[in-house]
C-alpha cells in the first residue's frame, strides 16, 4: 500500500468501536490548537506577506502572495501539528496500543505501561524530535527572509513537512515496540516512497478545512497500520542493523 491508502484506513479505523473513546483527547487536542492557529492566521496573514514579497517582485504579487501565503500555511500548520503531538503523545501512544491490538490481537511491549511513565518517556522522545526538527527548520526558515530564494521556501517545507509528518506519527507504534528515534528514522529512509506519500498526504491534510481537525488521530491509526502490515520488513530491518541501535527509552 502507499501512504495515501494507509490514512484512509486509518480514518476508518478511528470510528471502529472500542476505538473512538480513544481518540477523543488527541481530537480535543487538534481542536483547541488548529482553531487558535487558524484564527491568527486570518488576522495576521496579509502583513506577514507584504513583508514577505520584495518590492522588485510586486509587479507578479497577484501570482507569488498565493504560493507564499500556502507556504504560510504548511509552515503555521506544521508548527501546530509539532505541539499537538508533544501534548498529546501519552494518549498517541495509548491509541497506537489499542489499534495494534484491535489489528494483530498482540499486546505491545507497553501495554502494562502506567501513563505517568509512559508520558515521561514518550514527552522525552518528542523532545529528541524537535531537536532534529529545529536543525533542519532554521535554516529553511531563514530562506523567508531571502530575497528570490523565498520563493522556493514553500516547495522545500512540504517536502521537509512531508518527512516530519511520517517521523512525528510512526513514534506512537515504533515507540511502543521500544524503537528509539534513531532508529525509527532509518527504517522510514528504507521505504522512501512509502514514507513520503503517507507523510505528503498527512501535511496535505492538514491544509484542508474540518479534515485538519482530524489529522491527528487519523495519522497515528495510519502509522500504526503501516507498522502492523510492514512487521517482516520492520524484524528484518531490527537483525541487520547493529546492537543497540534500537533500545529502551531509558537511555541506556
Known amino acids: ?3 495515501f491508502g494507509y490514512v484512509l484506513q486509518g480514518l476508518r479505523l478511528m470510528w471502529r468501536p472500542g476505538i473512538r473513546r480513544f481518540t477523543l483527547i488527541p481530537l480535543a487536542i487538534n481542536l483547541l490548537l488548529f482553531g487558535a492557529g487558524t ?30 501565503f500556502i507556504g504560510l500555511l504548511l509552515m503555521a ?3 501546530f501539528t509539532l505541539v499537538a503531538n508533544f501534548i498529546a503523545a501519552p494518549f498517541n501512544a495509548l491509541l497506537a496500543q489499542k489499534i495494534e491490538f484491535e489489528l494483530t490481537g498482540e499486546a505491545t511491549p507497553e501495554d502494562n ?15 529528541r524530535k524537535f531537536r532534529y526538527f529545529l ?15 523565498n520563493l522556493l521556501a514553500p ?14 506519527y510512526i513514534d506512537a507504534p ?17 521505504m522512501p516512497v512509502t514514507s513520503l506519500t503517507f507523510g505528503a498526504t498527512m501535511t496535505g491534510m492538514t491544509l484542508v478545512p474540518v479534515l485538519n481537525l482530524l489529522a491527528l488521530p487519523v495519522g497515528v491509526c495510519a502509522a500504526t497500520a503501516l507498522w502492523v502490515n510492514k512487521k517482516s520488513a520492520r524484524n528484518a530491518f531490527a537483525r541487520d542493523n547493529p546492537k543497540g541501535l534500537i533500545v529502551r527509552r531509558t537511555g541506556q
Open 174 to 190: 515504533a515507540g511502543n515496540h521500544l524503537w528509539e528515534f534513531e532508529a525509527q528514522r532509518r527504517w522510514l529512509q528504507t
Open 1 to 3: 500500500m502507499t501512504g
Open 135 to 149: 536543525s533542519y527548520a532554521i535554516p529553511l526558515a531563514l530562506l523567508w527572509f531571502v530575497p528570490g530564494l
Open 155 to 168: 516547495f522545500l517545507w512540504f517536502a521537509f513537512s512531508a518527512w516530519m509528518m511520517a517521523l512525528q
Open 113 to 127: 505501561t502506567a501513563l505517568w511513565p509512559l508520558a515521561v518517556k514518550t514527552l522525552a522522545a518528542e523532545w
Open 39 to 68: 484564527w491568527a492566521l486570518i488576522h495576521y496573514a496579509q502583513h506577514m506577506l507584504n513583508q514577505l514579497l520584495p518590492d522588485w517582485l510586486n509587479w507578479l504579487s497577484w501570482l507569488l502572495l498565493p504560493v507564499l
Open 77 to 79: 500548520f506544521f508548527s
